[in-house]
């Protein structure tokens, strides 16, 4: 069992056919029946997996993660107790084919995802983890447009069904499980989300599964972030990610740059800076220069607390 101390790691799916119609659809029209084919195998898919879930309702743990592009995906994970998993279950997002300026384009349907978040199975105030859509660098802003587009969809549609969502940035969450480097791809996202939950591998056999792989990590992050990596041991889910991240090289005795998984993992550095200057320390430097700072002072005031308590 890895305990999470100071300076320890510094930093469905395929198409439902149609019985053939009598009637013959003119060419025009076929976009329109092409969307309402879509339509209705989402609906189709949504209901079969959210059917699933439901015989686990009775799982005192769930955490829901979101990956909210179009080609992104939800996970429910479930278990005994907090951190135990015992089963998990990956959703594609609902999406239609539309007509824009003359092309078909696929985007999320509104209406087949609120439809998913109601059948999900799980109990309001669950915790949600939803990745942050929005401007990355590189983005048109036509991308920057439907990314942001799509992340105010899922926001809106799970805070209606009042589940408690948590925003994750996704440079947070890649950086964190080692994944924000160069060169790095979704096929690292869908290696990782293996190793994490074997449960599953046959859900992420292929490359588009990617938005499955990546809602799963995001969940996973989410969990550790939310308290778990400052927890005095281990739970079973917070486990998996040390070892992962261990075998990977990314976690060592001293000196890792990534990831972080001190008692301060998950802040931000207005946060950091904040809580600086709560304790009138300096505010100024890089963000794991302000982590270090803080963990310097924790350990001073241990050291200070057992020499009162010697006394």
Not at 89 to 102: C, L, Y
Not at 112 to 131: D, H, N, Q
Not at 147 to 154: A, D, E, R, T, V
């Amino acid at each position: 069992m890895y305990a999470f101390t100071t300076r320890a790691a510094r930093f469905v799916a395929s198409k439902t056919p149609r019985t053939a119609s009598s009637r013959a659809v003119s060419p025009a029209r076929a976009p329109v029946r092409r969307v309402h084919d879509a339509k209705r195998a989402a609906r189709a898919r949504i209901h079969g997996a959210a059917g699933a879930s439901l015989e686990r309702a009775d799982d005192a743990w769930i955490v829901v993660g979101c990956d909210s592009d179009a080609h992104g995906a939800l996970c429910v994970i479930r278990g005994p107790r907090r951190g135990v998993v015992s089963s998990v279950k990956v959703i594609d997002n609902p999406v239609s084919t539309v007509m824009i300026n003359g092309k078909p384009r696929v985007r999320l349907d509104p209406d087949a995802m609120r439809e998913c978040a109601a059948a999900l199975g799980v109990p309001k105030r669950t915790r949600v983890y939803l990745e942050e859509g929005g401007v990355e660098f590189g983005f048109s802003a036509q991308t920057a447009f439907v990314q942001g587009y799509n992340f105010g969809l899922w926001r809106g549609i799970l805070a209606a069904q009042e589940f408690d969502v948590a925003v994750v940035k996704p440079q947070a969450w890649k950086a964190a499980l080692g994944l924000k480097f160069k060169g790095s791809t979704k096929d690292d996202s869908i290696a990782m989300a293996k190793m994490l939950f074997p449960e599953i591998v046959h859900e992420l056999s292929r490359k588009r599964d990617h938005g499955r792989a990546e809602s799963l990590l995001i969940a996973a992050y989410g969990h550790v972030a939310n308290g778990a990596a400052a927890a005095e041991d281990d739970d079973a889910l917070c486990a998996r990610v040390r070892d992962v991240l261990a075998d990977r090289g990314l976690v060592r005795e001293e000196g890792a740059p990534l990831p972080y998984f001190g008692p301060y993992f998950g802040m931000t550095g207005e946060e950091l800076k904040k809580e600086l200057k709560a304790r009138a320390l300096k505010v100024s430097g890089t963000k794991s220069e302000l982590i270090l700072r803080l963990e310097d002072d924790d350990v001073a005031r241990t050291s200070r607390q057992a020499k009162s308590a010697t006394a």
